[in-house]
Nanobody, 120 residues
Framework: QVQLVESGGGLVQAGGSLRLSCAAS????????MGWYRQAPGKQRELVAV???????NYAASVKGRFTISRDNAKNTVYLQMNSLKPEDTAVYYC??????????????WGQGTQVTVSS
């Protein structure tokens, strides 16, 4: 099993920055991809960024150039550096990780979420 705990959310003004952290514990040796999702009021949960175990990254078009995802495998932690924040970035941000064995996904885990609010 894998447990994910997010931190770093808060209230910032437009143009500001936040750095989210997600610490994984449990069967961390089996984690493959890790990512950040968000759910804004009135919208479905959407992928923000993902990073593979090898360090390859993908970003939603809406955050590309402003957000950076990274991971520290030694600390079992994934980060999301968010710069040039906009009010439309306001959402609950969730950390996600999949667990693989022999190349197959056997489980998917979510953190509890952390609120990011960007004021105008």
């Amino acid at each position: 099993q894998v447990q994910l705990v997010e931190s770093g959310g808060g209230l910032v003004q437009a143009g500001g920055s936040l750095r989210l952290s997600c610490a994984a514990s449990g069967s961390v040796f089996s984690i493959n991809n890790m990512g950040w999702y968000r759910q804004a009021p009135g919208k479905q949960r959407e992928l923000v960024a993902v990073i593979t175990s090898g360090g390859n990254t993908n970003y939603a078009a809406s955050v590309k150039g402003r957000f950076t995802i990274s991971r520290d495998n030694a600390k079992n932690t994934v980060y999301l550096q968010m710069n040039s924040l906009k009010p439309e970035d306001t959402a609950v941000y969730y950390c996600n990780a999949d667990q693989r064995r022999a190349g197959l996904t056997i489980a998917n885990y979510w953190g509890q979420g952390t609120q990011v609010t960007v004021s105008s």
